[in-house]
């Protein structure tokens, strides 16, 4: 199957078939070990969970991840994920990478966003970089041909503008640094009222 094919099958999963589908690409790669579904950890559930262990460390990254199936993903839910992750800090020994899979799209403001809070962002296109032709083969009949590359999409102008917007704190202060005092001699202050 093509990667369009692809991208519309795994958006046609239910959540839970997705989070397994999650597990199982994970699973089948050699760089990830233990990898569980639905852990709890400081009474929060993890729907994917890895270990990597990195040669010539003498340490292992833990690998969360968060799956989500909506049909976009705005900046709200990485604000979510980074706050989980602090009230987490504790509950984990030595680094770990929070990672948001999403079958579906993000707005620009979001990847911004996890860019911020040092989250990746894994799409349809990750997906289907990552997944092994036997799993695409169990889930979806056949595997998927040719694999991309997974480069995110230059952002459109709207898609910057809305990430500018959603930047701004709200306030009084905040908006000031944006507003400037229109000169008297303009042709809207001469306008009659």
């Not at 003498?58 to 705005?74: N, T």
């Not at 900046?75 to 990672?99: C, N, T, W, Y």
């Not at 102008?157 to 959603?166: I, P, R, S």
Request: glycine letters at 4%.
């Amino acid at each position: 199957m093509n990667v369009q094919v692809f991208q519309q099958r795994l958006r046609e999963l239910s959540y839970t078939e997705l989070e397994r589908f999650v597990f199982e690409v994970l699973k089948s790669q050699s760089r990830f070990a233990d990898v569980v579904r639905n852990e709890r950890k400081a009474g929060f559930e993890i729907d994917v969970m890895a270990q990597e262990f990195k040669s010539g460390t003498s340490g292992r990254i833990v690998w969360l991840f968060e799956v989500k199936s909506a049909k976009i993903i705005a900046r709200d839910v990485i604000e979510e994920l980074a706050q989980k992750a602090v009230m987490m800090a504790d509950s984990f020994d030595g680094p770990r990478q929070f990672v948001l899979v999403v079958a579906v799209w993000y707005s620009y403001s979001a990847l911004l966003a996890a860019q911020l809070h040092g989250t990746e962002v894994w799409d349809s296109l990750r997906l289907a970089d990552e997944c092994p032709d036997d799993v695409a083969t169990q889930f979806f009949g056949e595997p998927i041909w040719p694999k991309p590359t997974a480069t995110p999409m230059p952002p459109s102008e709207e898609a910057a503008f809305e990430a500018l917007l959603q930047s701004i704190e709200p306030g009084q202060a905040a908006a000031a640094q944006f507003q400037t005092p229109s000169p008297k001699s303009s042709p809207i202050s001469s306008v009659p009222r």
